[in-house]
């Protein structure tokens, strides 16, 4: 067989074991076989919580607790909706809305509860649709799993008070008699609340109870980490605390009795554990790196300060002792997360580690993305046709085309995309434009996939080699249709001759 056909059947059995729900996306290059370490946080990464279940959970437990500190009692009449929140949105702390934005603060939906504004109507209160996204103490970006439940409880809160005949409406809260309830008051009654769940532990102790309604147990977990092992270091870096992590690691790794496999304990698989993290602080200076008693889950006295002892569980530190300890180095680290600032970007900014990004949500997107890419090929088509009526217009030009039409059909085709991904959108686009979220996940992660154990189907020593992508000076010159270049590692007299077709709007690329 000819090697062009060894290469083109080789393509179509590598693509038939990975179809596109269980790959690995790159943005950069990452070589596994230069990897000699491999980090994982636990929540949504290696513990998968399932979904909308465990954030119907914490939705009614941080409800529960707004009533139990003098809330309204009608607020229990609300019940969390899936539909309705998607990650990397912010709450405006001043007037109380929702807001998406794109990396540089443009306003792209906004609601008021559930109310959707309207262009004009987000213009009264965001003059130009447009935030300055880095004012923290007003915009809070709620980014990780977690936030979901919050998330839908602010939209609740504003519902309720805006409709509620017992409150007037005012532009930055609500009022009843001498009392003023503030959209920053409110915002903080509620960031105390979820402290509250996870300082007393109350939210881990009901998920515990029931490990099975929450928590999805995937045999191909230990299957991922053993594998790893084999080849690499492995470390798990986690927020949670030793009680809570032993109690999930257990359930996820554990072989259970009467298994045909030889009894195995869940830290085993890890060279390195490290709980109560701090992160995004653990990429920083970071805390006091003490020892955990696993017999008690208590910390013992003093600060670490020797080497690794395989088997101990770590409790604080910071990355630059993890380095120290496993005697790694930066780009030699993968490290797997799924909060884009506590786990990618910060790890990527101090330490420049290697980062995978897990997004939960991409089934989802690629399942919309793929029913629905008529309707964003529609979208394109309208952009490309706004962009000809534009494209040979001179400076001698007084009055442009009148363009009111096709921006109308833009608005409307846009908005109906959306609505397919959820009452507030998709997590990564809105239509054509790229989100916050999105922005900062090809920035700072190099490889992102649904789920971690899309590693599984790629060899431990494969090359991710992320696509090249054209400025916009560059991607205006016209390329040759066919150029011959030789590959050294090809059979001698082999040329490989790339080819590009061009089929209406679509190119395609063939080697020879």
Same mark, same amino acid.
């Given at each position: 067989?000819?090697?062009?056909?060894?290469?083109?059947?080789?393509?179509?059995?590598?693509?038939?074991?990975?179809?596109?729900?269980?790959?690995?996306?790159?943005?950069? $290059?990452?070589?596994?076989?230069?990897?000699?370490?491999?980090?994982?946080?636990?929540?949504?990464?290696?513990?998968? *919580?399932?979904?909308?279940? *465990?954030?119907?959970?914490?939705?009614?437990?941080? &409800?529960?607790?707004?009533?139990?500190?003098?809330?309204?009692?009608?607020?229990?009449?609300?019940?969390?909706?899936?539909?309705?929140?998607? &990650?990397?949105?912010?709450?405006?702390?001043?007037?109380?809305?929702?807001?998406?934005?794109?990396?540089?603060?443009?306003?792209?939906?906004?609601?008021? !509860?559930?109310?959707?504004?309207?262009?004009?109507?987000?213009?009264?209160?965001?003059?130009?649709?447009?935030?300055?996204?880095?004012?923290?103490?007003?915009? =809070?970006?709620?980014?990780?799993?977690?936030?979901? $439940?919050?998330?839908?409880?602010?939209?609740?809160?504003?519902?309720?008070?805006?409709?509620?005949?017992?409150?007037?409406?005012?532009?930055?809260?609500?009022?009843?008699?001498?009392?003023?309830? $503030?959209?920053?008051?409110?915002?903080?009654?509620?960031?105390?609340?979820?402290? =509250?769940?996870?300082?007393?532990?109350?939210?881990?102790?009901?998920?515990?109870?029931?490990?099975?309604?929450?928590?999805?147990?995937?045999?191909?977990?230990?299957?991922?980490?053993? &594998?790893?092992?084999?080849?690499?270091?492995? /470390?798990?870096?986690?927020?949670?605390?030793?009680?809570?992590?032993?109690?999930?690691?257990?359930?996820?790794?554990?072989?259970?009795?009467?298994?045909?496999?030889?009894?195995?304990?869940?830290?085993?698989?890890?060279?390195?554990?490290?709980?109560?993290?701090?992160?995004?602080?653990?990429?920083?200076?970071?805390?006091?790196? &003490?020892?955990?008693?696993?017999?008690?889950?208590? @910390?013992?006295?003093?600060?670490?300060?020797?080497?690794?002892?395989?088997?101990?569980?770590?409790?604080?530190?910071?990355?630059?002792?993890?380095?120290?300890?496993?005697?790694?180095?930066?780009?030699?680290?993968?490290?797997?997360?799924?909060?884009? /600032?506590?786990?990618?970007?910060?790890?990527?900014?101090?330490?420049?580690?290697?980062?995978?990004?897990?997004?939960?949500?991409?089934?989802?997107?690629?399942?919309?993305?793929?029913?629905?890419?008529?309707? /964003?090929?529609?979208?394109?088509?309208?952009?490309?046709?706004?962009?000809?009526?534009?494209?040979?217009?001179? $400076? !001698?030009?007084?009055? !442009?085309?009148?363009?009111?039409?096709?921006?109308?059909?833009?608005?409307?085709?846009? *908005?109906?995309?959306?609505?397919?991904?959820?009452?507030?959108?998709?997590?990564?686009?809105?239509?054509?434009?790229?989100?916050?979220?999105?922005?900062?996940?090809?920035?700072?992660?190099?490889?992102?996939?649904?789920?971690?154990?899309?590693?599984?189907?790629?060899?431990?020593?494969?090359?991710?080699?992320?696509?090249?992508? @054209?400025?916009?000076?560059?991607?205006?010159?016209?390329?040759?249709?066919?150029?011959?270049?030789?590959?050294?590692?090809?059979?001698?007299?082999?040329?490989?001759?790339?080819?590009?077709?061009?089929?209406?709007?679509?190119?395609?690329?063939?080697?020879?």
């Amino acid at each position: 067989m000819e090697q062009s056909a060894v290469l083109e059947t080789m393509g179509e059995t590598l693509a038939g074991k990975r179809d596109i729900p269980h790959r690995v996306f790159v943005n950069k $290059s990452v070589t596994l076989e230069n990897i000699k370490c491999y980090g994982f946080d636990m929540d949504y990464t290696l513990a998968i *919580y399932k979904s909308p279940e *465990y954030e119907g959970l914490g939705f009614e437990m941080l &409800r529960d607790r707004l009533v139990s500190i003098g809330y309204p009692h009608e607020l229990l009449r609300y019940s969390y909706d899936p539909n309705f929140p998607t &990650r990397g949105l912010l709450y405006d702390s001043t007037y109380g809305n929702l807001l998406k934005v794109d990396a540089h603060g443009n306003i792209l939906v906004c609601s008021h !509860g559930f109310i959707y504004l309207t262009g004009g109507e987000i213009q009264e209160y965001y003059p130009n649709r447009f935030i300055q996204r880095d004012d923290t103490e007003r915009f =809070y970006i709620l980014n990780t799993l977690f936030n979901l $439940s919050e998330t839908y409880l602010y939209a609740c809160l504003v519902d309720f008070f805006t409709s509620s005949t017992r409150y007037q409406n005012c532009s930055q809260g609500f009022k009843h008699g001498d009392l003023f309830m $503030s959209f920053k008051s409110m915002f903080q009654d509620v960031r105390d609340a979820m402290n =509250y769940l996870h300082d007393t532990g109350s939210l881990k102790e009901r998920t515990l109870k029931n490990l099975e309604k929450y928590v999805i147990r995937d045999p191909r977990i230990p299957e991922l980490l053993s &594998r790893i092992k084999n080849v690499a270091k492995v /470390f798990l870096a986690t927020n949670s605390d030793y009680n809570y992590t032993e109690a999930i690691m257990k359930y996820l790794l554990d072989s259970p009795s009467g298994s045909k496999n030889p009894r195995k304990s869940w830290r085993s698989y890890f060279d390195l554990v490290v709980v109560d993290t701090r992160k995004p602080l653990f990429f920083a200076e970071g805390t006091v790196l &003490r020892q955990v008693d696993t017999n008690t889950g208590k @910390l013992r006295i003093g600060t670490y300060t020797g080497d690794l002892q395989h088997g101990t569980v770590y409790s604080g530190g910071s990355s630059d002792i993890i380095c120290d300890l496993l005697d790694v180095r930066g780009k030699e680290i993968l490290y797997v997360g799924d909060h884009i /600032f506590g786990d990618i970007l910060k790890s990527k900014k101090r330490q420049g580690w290697k980062t995978f990004l897990v997004v939960p949500e991409l089934a989802k997107e690629l399942q919309v993305w793929t029913e629905k890419f008529s309707m /964003f090929e529609e979208l394109r088509q309208l952009d490309i046709y706004l962009a000809e009526l534009h494209k040979h217009l001179d $400076s !001698g030009i007084v009055s !442009g085309p009148d363009i009111g039409l096709i921006h109308s059909k833009i608005k409307k085709m846009t *908005y109906t995309m959306d609505l397919c991904y959820g009452k507030m959108g998709s997590l990564l686009r809105y239509g054509s434009i790229k989100t916050l979220f999105a922005s900062q996940l090809l920035r700072y992660a190099d490889l992102y996939a649904a789920s971690c154990l899309n590693l599984l189907h790629y060899p431990i020593t494969y090359l991710f080699r992320a696509p090249s992508v @054209l400025m916009p000076h560059e991607s205006a010159v016209s390329p040759q249709h066919s150029q011959e270049l030789p590959i050294s590692n090809l059979s001698p007299n082999h040329t490989l001759r790339i080819t590009s077709l061009q089929v209406g709007k679509l190119s395609f690329t063939r080697l020879l």
